[in-house]
């Protein structure tokens, strides 16, 4: 398979354990006095792009964050529970670099690129020593030393946490970093402010269009680079674990400016969340993956057993994950978890009003170990429970139901985190490369912080050493050209008066990606998706009712953007869903499957990266293939039974 | 208990910060008692648009309780009648058929009100930016295991840590103080290793800052305990006070 002319993936040759060392001797370097002479621009302020400023500006480079948040420690990363992997190997159990890149390209199911994989295990160790510098409390045991434990497609202990809040202790430490910087002078912290377009000039990404989202002023700013760090689009689907706010807008403008967009229709569906209860629904809550570690995952055995769980004797329980996969048992990763609950209720075994959950089991646990100790593990989850559903689950089972989590694809970008588009680099969930086509639990922590504090510090130092980057300002005719769409935009959606909401039209979109190109897919209802969207769409620029001004603070407005950005970028997912005729990880072709109903893999077709080039809303875009060469870890049918 | 209740809603409802704000009665028909807070003002707000009315602002994100953008102050208590609870995961089965509902937003001079239930925490961020943070650059760090910590300390500091920066503290407190907030990420460093090579100039620059925002003094009303939505504890105020009276007499 060739390469598409328009990918050089720039990967370093040589063994692959020595492939970012002598890469980073032979990136060339921009002298100390020279930094301060270039400005960089970091759009997000989560794990990735909060690290990344925080680490720029320490260099010594002018650099400018933005986020829509108002302030830059609410971002998503903010949400993560449960831990971030790190080859350490401090339990003495096994584990190594070695380790974790390997079973990293097998959670991927082999769509990841193994040079990428690879430094990501190699830098996950510094990320460790870099957050307790900082002063983030991991949990320790008695003796003092850091505590571990285990995820999703492992069999080492390699998980650290601070409690189940270890998202929120890793992304206030990249804050505090960021925020140091911001008094130091180093970082200008723009909050409330939405990127809405990507200015190019002579090709590279030279600066960004928002709209500040307190007064509706539009404004440009200029830079000599443009870092991306703006999370998935799992929002496409309405009802995901992540926040409101999280949105495709700031890569999809990127995309039509000509970044190629990799594999979007790899989309993670996290097992364990709080089953949908009603249509008032605004988001559904994760339950971290670290309560498959004590809990159990069973359905009754026999069909329509509506008995409460305590009167399902044993031997009418079905532990199917631990009956069909006895080596990992439920901790099975989260493709394979997820897709089993969907098959019990399929089959009619759900349990709930619904009919759409499964049970997730403590009592065993609880027996075991005391509930003192299960709380210790799991309290703050537990209240979570309990304060969502009113039941508790000291008690009663949990019931879980799988919901969509993370987005594996991304923006494509180089072994420098470079996208198609000179000068762009893309940062954590936002680009495709580190996680094939599923993410391993606690994974997610580690990219955005690897991206953020350990690669593109070395790599935009590069790009800006070895090209020509002549001096721009907003003065420049591209950046007013860019400011005119943004405003033709804005103008546009506050002209329709129509009578439906913005929600309305989102909800529409979600439940028919759900429907279509969720758990599993099939040719027939992608194609029915790739039909409906555009007249939902055309539907939206109809009879979308969006109030309120535009100099004004509106979120009527910005949700009514970031849902018109959505309903043109599921159509790129559904298409690329509909042309990757293989199963792997979180995208499941119900016609590739083998004989037991697992994932079927067509190594010989489809072992690419699939970068979609953007040709105009409403048409079809172009395919670009970066064929996947693995190295170092053989190719093979996954299996964790 | 009733599936769905019927609710009066009475909200403050300002353009901005220049403009006064006024109370507007709204009628929330037929709320599913399974639905949070923050989704019943969604059902609010869909009707509202329907009838061509600007939707209420406020802010909100993770609704999960954990990125600390939501907030208001129901029925005169910051993010409601439920302890240890951020707004978004109140849910209406603690309401009643027929009940009154005042939503207002946090009042205080130092977080201005910028629309509707949406007010500016800006001044937090500042705080942070002078010293909430332990001055270690990207890279050159020792081993992670280099430095035992007493487990003990470590859930102490796990324990302040925890802070999700709603600002629900000022809000409850008769004076609008901050202390719980600066106190919090004071603790945090105060009780590491790692915190105490900066701790007398972090704790001095953080109280000058949270001084110049404008956020009052501590009268020990423990009204910010009672608000925090993670239930941080007063005891963190004492500490602060202590690293600050030692810092300044050294």
Known sequence: ?641 | MKETINLTLKVWRQKNQYTPGKFEVYEAKNVDTHASFLEMLDVVNDDLTQKGIEPIAFDHDCREGICGACGAVINGKAHGPLSRTTLCQLHMRFFKDNDTIVIEPYRAKALPVIKDLVVNRTAFDRIISSGGFVSVKTGGTPDANAIPISKENSDLAMDAAQCIGCAACVAACPNAAAMLFVSAKVSHLALLPQGQVEAKRRVKNMVHQMDKEGFGNCSNEYLCEAACPKGISVANIARMNRQFMGASIS
């Open chain 1, 1 to 641: 398979m060739a390469d598409s002319k328009r990918l050089q993936s720039n990967i370093p040759s040589g063994p692959i354990a020595e492939k970012w060392t002598q890469h980073k001797f032979n990136l060339k370097l921009v002298n100390p006095a020279n930094k301060r002479k270039f400005h960089v621009i970091v759009v997000g302020t989560g794990l990735a792009g909060a690290s990344a400023a925080a680490s720029l500006s320490e260099l010594g480079y002018q650099v400018s964050a933005f986020c829509f948040q108002d302030s830059p420690r609410r971002a998503h990363s903010i949400a993560a529970q449960g831990g971030i992997n790190s080859a350490k190997n401090y339990p003495n159990d096994g584990d190594s670099v070695y380790r974790l890149f390997y079973d990293t390209v097998k959670g991927g199911d082999f769509r990841a690129r193994e040079a990428n994989v690879y430094r990501l295990a190699e830098v996950s160790t510094n990320i460790i020593d870099q957050c307790v510098a900082q002063g983030v409390p991991f949990a320790r045991e008695y003796g003092g030393l850091l505590d571990n434990r285990s995820f999703g497609g492992a069999q080492v202990s390699r998980t650290f946490y601070a409690r189940g809040q270890t998202g929120q202790q890793l992304l206030l430490g990249a804050y505090s970093a960021l925020m140091k910087e911001v008094g130091r002078g180093g970082v200008t912290l723009y909050t409330r402010h939405e990127m809405l377009e990507l200015v190019l000039v002579d090709g590279q990404a030279r600066g960004i269009v928002t709209r500040n989202m307190l007064t509706g002023k539009i404004e440009s700013f200029a830079a000599d680079a443009v870092i991306l760090a703006t999370g998935g689009y799992s929002n496409v689907y309405f009802l995901s674990t992540n926040a409101m706010g999280c949105n495709v807008t700031a890569t999809w403008r990127a995309h039509k400016k000509g970044a190629f967009f990799a594999n979007p229709c790899f989309t993670q569906i996290h097992p364990t969340c709080i089953p949908v209860h009603g249509s008032y629904q605004s988001k559904l809550t994760l339950m971290s993956e670290s309560l498959r570690n004590d809990g159990r995952v069973w359905v009754p055995k026999n069909k329509g057993d509506k008995r409460p769980p305590a009167a399902i004797p044993e031997d009418e329980r079905d532990y199917y994950l631990e009956r069909k996969y006895p080596s990992f048992g439920n901790l099975v990763p989260r493709d394979l978890a997820s897709r089993n609950a969907k098959i019990v209720c399929d089959e009619g075994r759900g349990v709930g009003n619904t009919g759409l959950a499964v049970y997730l089991d403590f009592a065993d646990s609880i027996k075991r170990l005391g509930a003192k100790k299960i709380e210790e593990r799991y309290g703050n989850l537990f209240e979570m429970y309990e304060r969502i559903t009113g039941d508790d689950p000291y008690k009663d089972p949990m019931m879980m139901y799988p919901a969509v989590h993370y987005t594996m694809g991304g923006l494509w970008v180089d072994y420098n985190l470079m996208s198609t588009i000179p000068g762009l680099h893309v940062l954590g969930e936002a680009n495709f490369s580190d996680h094939g086509a599923n993410r391993l639990g606690a994974s997610a922590l580690m990219q955005g912080l690897a991206d953020g504090y350990f690669v593109i510090p070395y790599t935009i130092g590069h790009y800006l050493a070895s090209n020509v980057i002549p001096k721009v300002d907003t003065s420049h005719p591209a950046f007013k050209e860019a400011e005119d769409q943004v405003n033709q935009r804005i103008r546009k959606l506050l002209s329709i008066n129509g009578k439906r909401t913005v929600d309305d039209f989102h909800k529409e979109l979600g439940l028919l990606m759900w429907d279509k190109c969720g758990m599993a897919r099939n040719e027939q209802g992608l194609k029915e998706a790739l039909k409906r969207i555009p007249e939902i769409r055309q539907e939206f620029y109809e009879n979308v009712s969006v109030t309120g001004t535009e100099g004004d603070f509106n979120q009527t407005l910005e949700k009514a953007g970031r849902v018109a950005d959505f309903l043109e970028f599921a159509e790129l997912l559904v298409t690329d869903a509909l042309h990757r005729e293989e199963s792997c990880g979180g995208h499941f072709r119900e016609e590739s499957q083998t004989p037991e109903g697992e994932a079927q893999r067509k190594d010989d077709e489809f072992s690419y990266v699939a970068a979609w080039e953007h040709k105009g809303v409403g048409q079809a875009p172009e395919l670009h293939k970066e064929a996947l060469e693995f190295e170092t870890v053989s190719l093979s049918q996954r299996s964790y039974k």
